[in-house]
């Protein structure tokens, strides 16, 4: 069974620019959720999706959304890119919502987003 | 809200003695607790959880934790380090469920075994 796959795998853009990260999670998968990884702040959530709806949010500007499609898959996007927003970007996918009982996140090897 | 504090970033064994990575945890409904091993240039992968079963847990590649309700604490241990066992661990919390239920992570600690 393919694991959860995240293209690019490493990306560089410039300040002021904008970018898309994709996230095909696992077949059957149908919750998808993204953090964003970086040395200061660590791990920090920043949305899920649950059959193509927004079900929780993490603490981040309005730059930063996302979508889902019918076939599970994501992608999010940052507008007006900042130095501070260079990170790792992680995906992971489960079978059903964070909000219902307990089921495994798997991750993909995330997204290196370079902001210059 | 919950939250995760990893003690200390970096942790330094010899490789055969014991591995012990601290994880205290504060949450105001029960949790569940995890955590996750991450190798780098890669995504994180699921050592152990703790789902409110036993309180003892064995995860993969020897690794436990004990959950201590008391202590609120969740620490991570493996009787004898392996080279491979070099990368950095992630103590995670979530409420049990609820609209609010996501992944909060601790800052995470860089585990070095020496030859």
């Known amino acids: 069974k393919a694991g959860v796959t995240q293209t690019p795998r490493y990306l560089i853009k410039t300040r002021g620019q904008q970018v898309t990260l994709s996230c095909s999670p696992i077949?059957?998968?149908?919750?998808v959720s993204w953090y964003q990884q970086t040395p200061g702040q660590g791990l920090q959530f920043l949305f899920e999706?649950?059959?193509?709806?927004?079900?929780n949010k993490g603490n981040f500007p309005g730059r930063f959304s996302g979508r889902q499609f019918s076939n599970s898959r994501s992608e999010m996007n940052v507008s007006t890119l900042e130095l501070g927003d260079s990170a790792l970007y992680l995906c992971?996918?489960?079978?059903?919502?964070?909000?219902?009982?307990?089921?495994?996140?798997?991750f993909g090897p995330g997204t290196r987003l370079t902001v210059l | 809200a919950q939250s995760v504090t990893q003690l200390g970033s970096h942790v330094s064994v010899s490789e055969g003695a014991l591995v012990l990575l601290r994880c205290n945890y504060s949450s105001s409904v029960p949790p569940y607790l995890f955590w996750y091993v991450q190798y780098p240039n890669q995504g994180l992968q699921l050592l152990l959880k703790?789902?409110?079963?036993?309180?003892l847990v064995k995860g993969i590649n020897g690794f436990e934790a004990e959950f201590k309700k008391s202590e609120t604490s969740f620490h991570l241990t493996k009787p004898s380090a392996h080279m491979s066992d070099a990368a950095e661990y992630f103590c995670?919390?979530?409420?049990?469920?609820?609209?609010?239920?996501?992944?909060?992570f601790g800052k995470g600690i860089t585990l070095s075994v020496r030859p």
């Open positions: 995670a919390v979530r409420r049990a469920t609820g609209a609010n239920s996501k992944l909060t």
């Open positions: 999706y649950f059959s193509e709806t927004q079900r």
């Open positions: 703790y789902t409110s079963a036993a309180t």
């Open positions: 077949s059957g998968h149908r919750s």
């Open positions: 992971a996918s489960s079978r059903q919502s964070q909000a219902s009982s307990y089921n495994e996140q798997f």
